[in-house]
């Protein structure tokens, strides 16, 4: 029994060590994208990294404020497909984890809705 429990125990051990070791690369690779060949940090990939990191840790509150923070700057434009690919990603997170962050769907269509606002679609196409 106790040569069994043992033996599981190194599994979970070496199950530790292996997916430390492919979040590791993984961050790695990620940081790579973000600066080029000259060492230089790309301020639209980096805004997006901290982005989906917010995210991803289910921050949805604190990732909005960053986005709008973003979004009324001066060159605020330039964030707005970061703008469109959270909200579609948002949109499809379950309603109790955004609950869980003081979030909710009705929320997500006030932040479309602001969103709009600051960034009119030209709608004479249509006419």
Not at 30 to 35: A, G
Not at 58 to 78: I, M, P, S, T, V
Request: aromatic share 14%; net charge negative.
């Amino acid at each position: 029994m106790y040569y069994q429990s043992d033996y599981i125990l190194r599994l979970i051990e070496d199950a530790a060590k292996f997916l430390g070791k492919v979040l590791h690369t993984y961050q790695e690779s990620e940081i790579e994208k973000l600066v080029d060949e000259d060492g230089v940090i790309d301020e639209l990939t980096f805004f997006e990294y901290r982005l989906n990191r917010l995210f991803y840790a289910g921050k949805y509150c604190e990732a909005e404020n960053l986005l709008f923070h973003a979004l009324e700057q001066q060159d605020g434009n330039r964030y707005l497909n970061v703008a469109v690919s959270f909200y579609q990603r948002l949109s499809s997170v379950e309603t109790e984890k955004l609950i869980a962050d003081g979030y909710s769907e009705e929320r997500i269509v006030a932040g479309l809705k602001r969103l709009r606002a600051m960034f009119p679609v030209n709608d004479s196409e249509n006419e």
